[in-house]
């Protein structure tokens, strides 16, 4: 086996947005991290404590996505609806 090319293995302090410090074994020197096991929803056991992680406004985009979708599948169906009145009413024929 080669020597000399494997990177160091280092103890590395890990820092959470929601203020958990821990530490893991990593070849990278310090990070910090968006969510970890104290902070993740699936990990609380529910309460005062319990949040959603909403990075970049999600929940709200996929929201305005839906009722958007929403608003356009009523408006084709009224679409529709009205196409439909306008062929079943009979046509005058012209002798």
Not at 28 to 48: L, R, V, W, Y
């Amino acid at each position: 086996m080669k020597k000399n090319i494997h990177p160091t293995w280092n103890k590395t302090k890990v820092t959470c947005n929601c203020g958990a410090v821990f530490t893991i074994g990593t070849t990278i020197s310090e990070f910090t991290a968006d969510i970890c096991s104290k902070c993740h929803p699936a990990f609380k056991k529910g309460g005062a404590n319990e949040y959603v992680v909403d990075r970049d406004n999600r929940i709200e985009q996929f929201k305005a996505r839906m009722e958007k979708s929403a608003t356009l599948i009523a408006e084709r169906e009224k679409a529709k609806k009205v196409s439909k009145t306008k062929s079943s009413e009979p046509k005058s024929v012209e002798k």
